[in-house]
């Protein structure tokens, strides 16, 4: 079957724009389970409530960029709540227990929505709704600032990691946190504050993703599990990795797509999985441990 | 001593068994039916302890196993007149067995937290092939179906009714239990046990542990196909609902709240779960998981050994 050069090319943009944002979902999962070895399964929670607060501060205010910030710091403060309440009890257990736990509070938050706003879907209106040609579709600019201001907040994070005097702890608490403890860093707090901002992303992305489709209380999970899936693709823990299988496994989604109906292009990323896990258990973009 | 406490756990447990034998005569007709499927859970839970409570591994992947049972279930009694309850059966645990051997070969290469994850995702695989492909699984709406009596061929048939009904789960989870009780007390559930404590002491010593590993999940795979087939019989249906990934983390549930490695546990953890979703369902309508969500994450953070916990070593002797 041909392929005309329009439709892929297409299609290559679509699954760049849906793998920056699912970059963004991975990477605050990525964070978390990296420096505290928490599996967060209310990850997609956390990504659904943001897109909430997003509709309902865009409602009270009518402007998309003070709703994407408030909800960012609403649901970085809720996931700081979470991690004082829930986790840090856990803290030292079998990293198996706080599945359980985040299980636990993902069904708690996923219900506590279906509650409070229905199931009928919400709708965030676009920023901007200018279009620019794209052969024969009219393809929004929308979707292009995703993607940069997506690259914009993971970027942000490296910098921070990398340079700032706090993701220096963060990076210290990482490799050894007995030590860092030692050396005047209080890690309970660094551990709180990383939860937080990978909380924040979540909602970030929320906000980001509402406009393109219906927000409602069960997006989270189709979310989680691509987001688990890239996570273990890429590597679990490794950022660059993640970030990487993100837009790779988005772009076999899209071009999957072009055959099969997107409900069955999923499986071409399950194959991905599959398959990396044959060949490369610890991650498809982390060097071959010698 | 031993002796004693042996004593005390056969009269417990046959004076338990009787009741359960007793109840559908006694109760209304809602309960029993409630009692029957408290047991169909509590064999998959007890499945799935197996793996969780004994070998370590927390699967959250068991609805793949017990869909598949369901649906193996389905399509022999959708195809083959008049239908059978032990075609049934087969079907059932040979769709199960299979999907757990190709979950086993690809998820026991990870450990933890990784193999959590791979089960989970593992799950959602069919769970996608199920909904989308229609015209075999009936997608979405899921398949209906009479539901077949119970038969010896050439001795008897008489109809299920809901007393029956119930006795036949009963005999096959009691069966089952005892089967898995057998297995976690012989040299492999002993291995597996040592999985559980120190995988690479139990590879230093010599035992393959991937091969292992592989025959626990297929192990409990089957029961939790089994569970799925008594499912089916019990409802007349399949559907994709239960090959959702949310069923799976249901039976992690049932496992915590009853206590994980006792299997006895996981009954009870799951009679417990349906009888708090049936009492606040009262008051919080469909949104029960709230408080039930309440209740779980206490119980993992206070209470990790879950309400049987206490006599873990003891059901174990």
Known sequence: MEIPFDQLLIQTINGIVTGMILALVASGLTLIFGIMDVVNFAHGELFMLGAYVGVIIFAATGDF??????????????????????????????????????????????????????????????????????????????????????????????????????????????????????????????????????????????????????????????WILKAFIVVVVGGMGNLAGSIAASIFISLLEAYASLWVSPAQAIIVSFVVLILTLLFRPTGLFVPTPK | MRKRRAIVYWTGSSIILLLLIVAPLVLPEFWRRFLTEILIWGLLAMSSDLLIGYTGMVSFGHSAFFGLGMYGAAAALVLVKPPSIWLAITCGLVAAAAVAAFVAYFSTRLRDIYFAITTLIFSQIFYVVIFTWTEVTGGEDGLTFSRPPLAIPGLFSIPFTSETLHWFVLAVVTLSYLVLRRITRSPFGMVLQSIRENEARTRAIGYSIERYKIVAVMLSGLFAGLAGVLYAVQNRFAAPDFVFFLVSGEVVIFNVIGGIGTLVGPIVGAAFFLLLREGLSRFFTEYYLIPVGLIFVAMVIFMPQGLLGFMRRWLNE
Do not use: C
């Open chain 1, 65 to 222: 960029w003070i709703a994407l910030v408030v909800a960012t710091f609403v649901i970085g403060l809720l996931g700081a709540v979470i991690y004082l309440t829930t986790l840090r009890p856990l803290l030292g257990r079998d990293p198996l227990t706080t599945i359980l736990a985040t299980f636990g509070i993902s069904l708690v938050l996923q219900n506590y929505a279906l509650w409070q706003f229905g199931p009928v879907a919400r709708k965030i209106q676009e920023p901007f709704s200018g279009h620019f040609a794209l052969f024969y579709l009219d393809y929004p600019w929308y979707r292009l600032v995703i993607a940069l201001l997506s690259a914009a907040i993971i970027g942000a994070l490296w910098l921070f990691l990398k340079f700032g005097t706090y993701g220096i702890w963060i990076r210290a608490t990482t490799q050894d946190r007995v030590m860092a403890q030692a050396m005047g860093i209080p890690v309970p707090w660094v551990l709180t504050i990383v939860f937080a901002i990978g909380a924040a992303m979540a909602g970030a992305s929320g906000v980001l993703f509402g406009p393109l489709v219906g927000v409602n209380h069960a997006m989270g999970l189709d």
